[in-house]
């Protein structure tokens, strides 16, 4: 049976250096947040400017779910590829044992 190595295989070699580059790229934004200081207790908001939100959350949303979807993309593509090359194997295995059926 033969094993094929990360190394040798340039699509996982290109996947896994997406990973690795997509890792370090979300860990500086998480590590770079301050920690909110404790309240004594509730504070009421008088001014209405302050009361609305300062980060609207659409963009947010709709780049989480753009993100989301080229994930699912991205497998969906990578299955069919395996599946072409799956199917080609077959193929050529199946032109082999053809003529040796005839015999």
Do not use: C
């Amino acid at each position: 049976m033969k094993r094929n190595h990360i190394l040798r295989d340039p699509r996982a070699l290109m996947t896994a250096i997406a990973m690795i580059v997509m890792l370090v790229i979300s860990v500086g934004p998480a590590s770079a947040q301050q920690p909110q200081p404790d309240q004594d207790g509730y504070v009421a908001v008088t001014d209405l400017d302050l009361a609305q939100e300062q980060l609207p959350a659409a963009p947010l949303v709709m780049a989480a779910y753009a993100i989301a979807w080229l994930a699912v993309f991205g497998y969906l593509w990578s299955i069919w590829q395996r599946l072409t090359r799956v199917e080609r194997e077959l193929a050529e295995v199946s032109r082999r044992i053809q003529p040796e059926t005839r015999r």
